[in-house]
């Protein structure tokens, strides 16, 4: 840990600027330590008080936008959910995630991610695009259906899991395991009929194949989020599904709406709707 | 789009076989003394010894096992090797270059394998 006794804390930030920079530099920067200063606090600070050209992404402060990843002390982390008492260093050291190019300073430049993302439909495919638009009910599920990919639901796309991905690092093809995991959590949903439309890109140089199994990209995850393991779970589907045994989803129905019952008398009326 | 899907199962059953047939080959070769493969190895003595070695050879599934072991051994490397080469980010033409050298390469050494494998059965008959 980090010693909190101390008044003050450096941190190195690794500034680019496309513009006006040929190579990224390193510039270093002095605060006053708070108690239960977050990584994000600090460069709020420094930006207030030093350097108002520092420039990073953040939203929410409290680790659901997903929007200030970064590398922190060679980790990567999200600033907001990262208290600089928890870092084992004197020097808080933030750089960009890596395997993204730059924009500029710690800002990097997602959009393969999302690109690749769009790519493998993370979202419900059904035929009855009707009932979707216009639903007369819910879809039945268990909850045993929803422990399938209730966790792999959890990310918030900060993009930590690919800049830790060591095939991701190397192979631009690759589709890394932010979108592969989205695409395992739908493709395990009971409500969704779209494994074969999936199936067409995982299939290929773009699914889960060149994935070594490091599993950094679970141990980075902020949220607890286990890429590593929704990608060999989709392999294995992938290699039943193609040697014929895997058991084909059925998208689930809609539930037929519960019968009229008899109204208790001690039970009130609702208050007249609103809205 | 769908080859990488193709080869990766192919990957894996080829690792199933060769995981099944060392497994053999372990069992014939190092637990003899436990489990007495009278059968396989008649002159008594160690399973390497060239009696035993020879009366082996006389049977058909060898030469079948040796061929199936070859050829599994070939392209779960190979193929094993051709990922690790794609993932230095080569150009398409030196993928398909890659691919090219490996098929001609897996395929001259199990004509190769198997050759010896029938030759050295017909020897031993």
New interface residues.
């Given amino acids: 840990m980090s010693d909190a006794t101390a008044k003050e804390i450096l941190y190195r930030i690794r500034r680019f600027e496309p513009t006006r920079d040929r190579a990224p530099r390193w510039q270093a920067f002095t605060i006053p330590r708070v108690p239960g200063m977050t990584v994000l606090d600090g460069l709020w600070t420094i930006k207030q008080t030093q350097d108002a050209s520092l420039a990073w992404r953040s939203s929410c402060r409290m680790g659901i936008c997903g929007s200030c990843g970064m590398l922190i002390n060679g980790r990567a982390r999200l600033a907001c959910n990262t208290q600089v008492s928890e870092i084992d260093a004197a020097v808080i050291v933030v750089a960009p995630l890596p395997n993204f190019d730059i924009i500029r300073d710690l800002v990097p430049d997602l959009s393969p991610m999302f690109d690749a993302h769009a790519a493998l439909m993370p979202y419900l495919i059904r035929d009855d695009a009707r009932e979707q638009e216009r639903p007369t009910g819910e879809f039945s599920q268990s909850p045993q259906e929803l422990e399938r990919y209730l966790q792999f639901s959890y990310c918030i796309k900060c993009g930590c899991c690919m800049a830790a991905c060591p095939?991701y690092a190397?192979?631009?093809v690759y589709s890394g395991p932010m979108p592969l995991a989205q695409a395992q959590r739908y493709n395990a949903d009971g409500r969704d009929g779209g494994f074969l439309r999936r199936?067409?890109?995982?299939?290929?140089?773009r699914?889960p194949?060149?994935c070594h199994f490091a599993g950094e990209c679970s141990r980075v995850c902020p949220k607890g989020v286990d890429p590593a393991k929704a990608i060999q779970l989709m392999?294995r589907d992938?290699?039943w599904?193609?040697?014929r045994l895997r058991k084909e989803q059925c998208p689930a129905a809609v539930m037929s709406k519960p019968k009229a019952g008899t109204r208790r008398p001690d039970i009130p009326e609702p208050p007249p709707r609103t809205v | 789009?769908?080859?990488?899907?193709?080869?990766?199962?192919w990957h894996?059953a080829a690792g199933i076989v060769i995981l099944l047939l060392l497994g053999l080959h372990m069992t014939i070769m190092h637990l003899d003394a436990t489990l007495k493969f009278t059968s396989l190895n008649p002159a008594g003595g160690e399973p390497i010894d060239w009696a035993n070695v020879a009366a082996r050879g006389k049977m058909l599934f060898f030469p079948i096992t040796y061929v199936l072991l070859l050829s599994a051994a070939l392209f779960h490397g190979l193929y094993g090797l051709r990922?690790i080469l794609?993932?230095?980010?080569p150009g398409a033409g030196l993928k398909s270059a890659i691919s090219v050298i490996l098929i001609v390469s897996g395929l001259g050494l199990l004509v190769l394998g198997t050759w010896s494998a029938v030759a050295s059965f017909d020897l031993a008959r």
């Avoid at chain 2, 789009?1 to 199962?9: A, I, N, P, T, Y």
């Fill in positions: 095939t190397t192979d631009p199936r067409a890109v995982l299939g290929g140089e699914g194949w060149r392999k992938l290699v599904d193609y040697i | 789009m769908m080859r990488d899907q193709k080869l990766w199962s894996v990922n794609f993932e230095l980010d």
